[in-house]
């Protein structure tokens, strides 16, 4: 009987438990980042002249350093704060992307055509 007991311990022990509080903080501050990163990145795609696809490459660069630094803010163990990888790499990676066209277009109009 001691050994079964040992066992449901163990196996008990292997399941992750989330804070459902945290976990959703942590989703925030990942969106917040993405989305001010995008406005960011938009903006200097302005001003630096991006047209076309060279611009959306520009974007996807920036998120793809976004989600290394998300990562790395993370100590690259993204099981300890999120329930799965795709969470950290990609929630959020195309919702920012309407943030970044507009202020790219915004920035490119001043500093290019006005």
Known sequence: MG???KRSK?????????????????????????????????VLAGIIGFNGLTGF??????????SVGLMAKAGFSADLYFDSWNRVLFDGFLGGLMSFV???????????IF
């Open 10 to 42: 163990d196996v008990m022990s292997d399941i992750p438990t989330f804070s459902g509080e945290n976990l959703q903080k942590n989703l925030k501050v990942i969106q917040n980042s993405r989305t001010f990163l995008s406005i960011i990145a938009g």
């Open 102 to 112: 507009l202020f790219w277009t915004f920035a490119y109009d001043l500093v290019h």
């Open 57 to 66: 490459v520009f974007y996807f660069v920036v998120m793809l350093i976004t």
């Open 3 to 5: 050994s079964s007991e």
